[in-house]
């Protein structure tokens, strides 16, 4: 891509939170200047000075900001399409535990995979990511379980920036199950392992963000709220797997640390919303878990939007829940299974999310002087992007890594 150029007779969801819905332009132009957007707004406009530059015909397409999975777990091994298997030919959940099923055996995985294993099998996931238009993703470590490879997993998560243009922002997740060497013992598994492993991953730069699922069957609130606290020490933000299954009063106990997001937030009681309303966290709605889970009981969406909380929308890209590398299917089960409006799942997967990164002062919206991270859609209409399923609509992307 070039550094400098202009796109004309294109539409623009600017997606500016100053502006109303999409903040969208039509017959508009935009210009880049060094790989930052110098100019946007209505074609008939466009200043003379940029009559010099490559000039591209978008023919009525649409450009957005690149899109964003602010949460995901690309980074694993094997998969477990043997269980979905199972599973429908009527075994039991115990029976496929028993089998050595579930979390641990993609925890197996991941510890008998290469580096190279691992990243060859992200970036094809990774990949798919980025033919829809995402040029930010979040990757969690948790199929570890032992120190030395949660901090592998980081490094390999890390490494995706080298080969695709993405940014790639991680995230501690150690405290995502009770390995089989530590059962019964999670207390100990906590000081070990989480909070010890945390320490020295930091320390070598590795992470950006540390997260915990809060659950009857991983970690409690008080056991979450002491990984916590030495990320606070760290001076790292927080973030949630809160109320997915049951609810664990996880979310308030994140709420109390300033948490960027909660995520999943199905048995969230809608009186504890108001919390993710004071401490300015954002709710990351995972349909497509939800979805896989056969789940019914939906997050309290109404009530974070009369509390004005920010929903997120992401894949949750993971070997159990939710096996899926589509941000687009995201955003359409956003919309199909939780009834949010096809503004609220764009919202979710630009401003919404780099604002559950803590990236939303340069991600997320199209702003004269930020770098350009556009996605350019072969559609008209923004809502056509929650619209469709099963086929990406994108035309190109550009993002700083590209230009
Ligand atoms: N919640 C989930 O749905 C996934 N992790 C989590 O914390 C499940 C991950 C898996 O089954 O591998
Ligand atoms: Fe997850």
Redesign the pocket.
């Known amino acids: 891509m070039r550094n400098d150029c202009v796109f004309i007779n294109c539409s623009i969801a600017t997606m500016d939170a100053r502006k109303s819905g999409y903040g969208l332009l039509e017959n508009a132009a935009i210009a880049l200047r060094g790989g930052r957007v110098t100019w946007l707004g209505s074609q008939a406009d466009l200043p003379a000075e940029y009559s010099a530059l490559e000039c591209e015909d978008l023919k009525g397409r649409l450009i957005t900001p690149a899109l964003i999975d602010c949460h995901t777990?690309i980074v694993f091994g094997g998969n477990?399409a043997r269980e979905f298997e199972m599973r429908l030919n009527g075994a039991s959940y115990q029976d496929i535990a028993a089998a050595g099923g579930?979390?641990l055996s993609?925890v197996n995985a991941t510890r008998k995979a290469s580096d190279e294993q691992l990243l060859e099998s992200a970036l094809g996931r990774l990949d798919s990511l980025i033919a829809e238009g995402v040029a930010v993703v979040e990757v969690k470590s948790?199929?570890g379980l032992n120190i030395d490879d949660e901090i592998r997993m980081l490094r390999v998560a890390r490494m995706l920036e080298q080969y695709r243009p993405v940014k790639i922002v991680t995230t501690w997740l150690a405290a995502?199950a009770v390995p089989s060497s530590y059962q019964g013992c999670a207390d100990s598994y906590i000081d070990e392992v989480v909070i010890a492993g945390l320490k020295l991953a930091a320390a070598s730069g590795l992470v950006d963000a540390v997260d915990g699922?809060c659950?009857s069957i991983?970690f409690s609130a008080e056991q979450i709220a002491r990984v916590f606290t030495a990320a606070q020490n760290l001076n790292i933000p927080v973030k949630l797997?809160a109320e997915?299954l049951t609810n664990q009063r996880g979310a308030l106990t994140a709420c109390e640390f300033k948490a960027l997001s909660v995520d999943?937030l199905e048995y969230l009681p809608q009186e504890d919303v108001s919390h993710l309303a004071a401490s300015g966290t954002v709710a990351v709605m995972l349909p497509v878990?939800f979805y896989t889970?056969n789940e019914t009981q939906r997050p309290p969406i109404q009530a974070f939007r009369q509390h004005g909380v920010p929903m997120a929308v992401a894949t949750?890209c993971?070997?159990?829940?939710?096996p899926t590398s589509s941000i687009l299917l995201a955003m359409n089960m956003a919309c199909t299974q939780f009834a949010m409006t096809p503004l609220e799942a764009l919202i979710g997967t630009t401003r919404a999310a780099a604002k559950a990164l803590g990236l939303d002062s340069h991600h997320g919206q199209i702003r004269l002087g930020d770098e350009a991270e556009l996605a350019i859609w072969n559609v008209k209409h923004p809502a056509e992007l929650s619209y469709w399923t099963g086929a990406s609509p994108l035309y190109k992307s550009l993002s700083k890594a590209k230009l």
Not at 318 to 322: R, T
């Open positions: 777990h477990r579930g979390i993609t948790g199929y995502h699922f659950e991983a797997h997915q999943h878990a889970l949750d993971n070997p159990g829940s939710s």
